[in-house]
């Protein structure tokens, strides 16, 4: 049982739980999940720790209502409830190291995830530059947070309601066009996204990782089904990822299987729903 | 006296639970039992103890039957076996105990396990069995860390808190019970009973810590060094699943029987959608394996109401590994053996479904260094078996994932941990035993392991106090 201490409500359908997770915040590092099960009949799925307090021992989950499990979540569990089972860290924490200059990408509620990695970056002496997404305005969420721990932050808007009109990915080809020093990506966002975010850096040779969302049930290897192809061999997302070279992965496969059990979760996929590539 | 023959197991029929998740074999009465019990010879050299993997007291708890004293049949078999309403029911009996059965040899052999079953049974639902605290008034001893709930850490940590030690269960996911509860289906082993016997586990004071994956959560260094446990045991078992490495392997509807099963038994699937873990089931499945775990995913994606059930497995009927039970089951309920057949590729469509699997036929060739006959490719035998979903049940090996962060954990080069003969690894104070060790193998010896690191760590503690 995990009592969640807070809410709040980020953007529409977008929800901060802080939770009480001590036996996960005893290691955890950035880039890692928890799998959550919130009452007896509900499904495992996997979270990424968007924060944590290791002396509080809490974690912050960025929940967005995609689906059966994600809106009962979000709707019906409020500060003070419990939730059922918090199995954690799971995954391999991000790569950590002096890198140069490190190019965080976040799309959507993609954002979260890469928070914790952009303020480790910049403790290790990265100089860290942030380019974060959404559809519009009202749905950027932790702007603040992530203002904090880079050296630069550049906010993408589909609409233009916030900073550049467009695309994540035009400020990144902005820049590696303009020959700027980049050392490292990473991002994280809708699959979409991550997949252009591959596909803009591969040119120019810039190592670029992106955290694979795929559809998990133990997180811990033993089922299979979180398998993805990277360089034409199988990996398990769980525990060799969820990071893996953006250039290598088959993001087609990705997707493909991310679709599996569409006709029984009655919804049309949406997974980071609220970033404009979405829609592309 | 009756004849050279054993009392048939009542069951469910074939058409009828074919649609149901409820227990096939429902199990000996009490009269059935007394009778078959009575057929035992009660032998002074009892040759089917000597094919148990943990020495049951078998003619004991038989005689005990045969006079209708269940508590004291309860009693004398918890004594070497902690799980016999499990293993009553899941044991490979037919080449252990009842092998070696002396009544085999004209007839047919005491049907020692439905009668372990039926005592295990009995004793559940006339609460025979008294289950205290086993710190209650011995002085308590150091703190002992089992990691994984299967069978041989569920063993293994009966058999110390037994010994007065302060035992705690760090379990990776959130139910007890390992394969126990997510792979063997329900209508092999209901869950309930699996359950039973961990509640008394905690009865016995054992702590059972879910949802903590040992080489995540806490290394074993931070078990030892920091949470105060002066032993450990790994009995993580063999949960990483294989696959053939085939075209196809990462299209829709391809699973690895663990995920399948996992969806079905753990997570309740097939109650979708009062439960909200969706299962896909094709309406034409093949199944690739021969062991327990293809009849198992076979038979569930035959409850779960596909129309055809292929096994397709690449040696013959003679060399499938499944227990002999399980395999009639299968075929009663209308599953159909493509025997000497292997998977060459899974076909798909262009939005990244399963269509089918070409198999190539296969012919048996000379007997290997397993003294098993190689099965060998039919050149140009090639044909597409018309399925829409895919399980692979090839195997699974050691999962390395307690590995990664205990880099002086010896293990072989498939990941399996190395022990000594008293169950001990290469660190001081840490014990392994299971399939972890073994390779996946049965219950029986998973426990069988548990129970002898169980004495070996008490051995080692006590030289530590
Ligand atoms: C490593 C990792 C980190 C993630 N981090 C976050 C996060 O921080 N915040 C967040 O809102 N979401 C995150 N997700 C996605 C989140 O797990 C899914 O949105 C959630 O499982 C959907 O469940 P549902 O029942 O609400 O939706 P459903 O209606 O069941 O599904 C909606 C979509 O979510 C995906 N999905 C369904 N079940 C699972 C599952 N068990 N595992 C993974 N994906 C699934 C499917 O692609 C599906 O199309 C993460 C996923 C992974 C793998
Ligand atoms: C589908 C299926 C059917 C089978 N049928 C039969 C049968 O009929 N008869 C028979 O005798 N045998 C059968 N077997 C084999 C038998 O179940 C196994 O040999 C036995 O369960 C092994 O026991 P174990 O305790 O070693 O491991 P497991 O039962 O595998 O349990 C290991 C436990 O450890 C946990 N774990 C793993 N890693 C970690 C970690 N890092 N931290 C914390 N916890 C961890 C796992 O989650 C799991 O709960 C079957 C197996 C399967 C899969
Ligand atoms: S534990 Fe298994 S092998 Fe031993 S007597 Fe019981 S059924 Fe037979
Ligand atoms: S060998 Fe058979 S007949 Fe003899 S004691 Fe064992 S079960 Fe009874
Ligand atoms: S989620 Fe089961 S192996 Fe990765």
Redesign the pocket.
């Known amino acids: 049982m995990a009592k969640i201490l807070r809410k709040a409500e980020l953007a529409p359908a977008v929800f901060e739980f802080v939770v009480a997770a001590p036996l996960v915040t005893h290691r955890c590092q950035p880039g890692q999940f928890v799998i959550i099960r919130v009452d007896e009949t509900s499904e495992r799925i996997p979270l990424t720790i968007g924060d944590f307090d290791r002396e509080a021992g809490t974690i912050t989950l960025i929940v967005q209502a995609v689906g059966n499990t994600t809106k009962h979540f979000c709707q019906d569990f409020q500060a003070g409830d419990e939730i059922l089972d918090v199995a954690g860290p799971l995954g391999r924490p991000s790569e950590m190291k002096k890198f140069g200059t490190v190019v965080c990408v976040g799309g959507g509620i993609g954002v979260a995830p890469v928070y914790p990695i952009a303020r480790a970056y910049k403790a290790l002496g990265n100089k860290v530059i942030s380019i974060i997404g959404a559809r519009s305005k009202n749905i950027l969420i932790w702007v603040d947070k992530m203002r904090a721990v880079s050296d630069e932050l550049i906010i993408a808007t589909d609409d233009g309601t916030e900073g550049h009109k467009g695309f994540v990915t035009d400020p990144l080809k902005e820049m590696l066009t303009r020959g700027d020093k980049v050392d490292y990506v990473i991002a994280i966002g809708p699959v979409i996204m991550m997949k252009n975010v591959a596909a803009t850096t591969k040119p120019f040779h810039t190592k670029t990782a992106v955290s694979l969302n795929t559809i998990m049930v ?1 997180g ?1 290897g ?1 089922c299979g089904g979180c398998r993805v192809t990277v360089g034409g061999e199988n990996y398990f997302a769980c525990v060799d990822g969820p990071e893996f070279d953006g250039h290598q992965v088959d993001f087609v496969n990705l997707m493909e299987r991310q679709k599996m059990y569409k006709n029984q979760e009655a919804l049309p996929y949406s997974c980071g729903g609220h970033c404009k590539c979405v829609e592309e | 006296m009756r004849g050279g023959m054993r009392n048939p197991m009542p069951e469910q029929a074939a058409e009828v639970r074919k649609h149901n998740f409820d227990e096939v074999a429902t199990g000996y009465t009490e009269k059935t039992a007394i009778d078959e019990a009575q057929r035992c010879l009660n032998c002074p050299k009892p040759m089917c103890v000597t094919g148990c993997p943990v020495n049951v007291y078998i003619p004991k708890f038989i005689h005990a039957v045969s006079e209708g004293k269940f508590a004291e049949a309860i009693a004398i078999l918890k004594q070497k076996n902690s799980l016999p309403a499990v ?1 009553g ?4 009996q037919e080449s252990q105990c009842e092998s070696k059965c002396i009544l085999g040899i004209k007839g047919e052999p005491v049907a020692i396990g439905r009668l372990e079953r039926f005592v295990a049974d009995y004793a559940r639902t006339h609460n025979l069995e008294k289950i205290t605290p086993a710190s209650a008034g011995v002085a308590k001893k150091q703190k002992v860390a089992i ?9 293994a940590a009966g058999d110390l808190a037994k010994l007065g030690y302060q035992v705690t269960i ?4 959130h ?11 329900p209508f ?2 209901p869950k309930d009973i699996v359950q039973y016997e961990i509640k008394n586990l905690e009865r016995l004071g054992v702590k059972i810590i879910p949802n ?6 806490f290394t074993i260094a931070d078990l030892m060094q920091e949470e105060g446990f002066a032993a450990v045991y ?6 990483l699943p294989h696959f053939m490495h085939i075209p196809g392997e990462n299209l829709n509807g391809v699973y690895a ?2 995920e399948f ?1 996992t969806r079905v038994n753990l997570m309740g699937a097939y109650k979708f959608p009062q439960v909200a873990t969706p299962v896909y089931v094709g309406k034409k499945v093949a199944v690739v394996g021969g ?3 293809a ?3 076979a038979r569930t994606a035959m409850r779960l109401g596909a129309e055809h059930v292929y096994i397709v497995y690449r040696r013959g009927e003679a060399e499938l590994p ?2 002999k039970e ?1 395999v009639g089951h299968a075929k009663a309920e209308g599953i159909e053996f493509k025997l000497l057949h292997n998977p060459a590729q899974i076909l798909g469509n262009d939005q990244g479904w399963v269509t089918g699997l070409e198999c190539i036929q296969m012919e048996l060739g000379a007997p290997d260094a397993s003294g098993r006959r190689s099965p060998q490719e039919i050149p140009g035998s090639n044909f597409v078996l018309d399925v829409d979903m895919v399980v692979m ?1 090839i195997g ?1 090996g050691a ?1 390395p ?2 590995k990664q962060t205990t880099p002086d954990l010896n293990v072989t080069k498939r990941g399996n941990i190395v022990v000594d003969a008293t169950e001990a690894t290469s660190i001081p104070g840490v014990f392994a ?6 390779g ?8 069988g ?2 129970k002898k690191a169980a004495q070996a760590m008490d051995a080692y503690l006590q030289k530590q106090a």
């Open positions: 133990d811990t033993m | 293993c029911r899941v044991c490979p990691i994984g709930s299967g069978p041989s850490g569920l063993t760090f379990e990776a996911l139910a007890a019970g390992g394969v126990l509860m997510y792979g063997i289906p092999r082993l903590a994956i040992i080489g995540k959560t790994i009995g993580t078992g063999a949960g029987a663990n099963l062991g327990n775990v009849m198992d995913a499944a227990r399980e049940a699974q999962n994932l307690l035993g299971g399939d972890i060790v073994t996946a193998a049965t219950v029986i010896s998973a426990m392991a548990g």
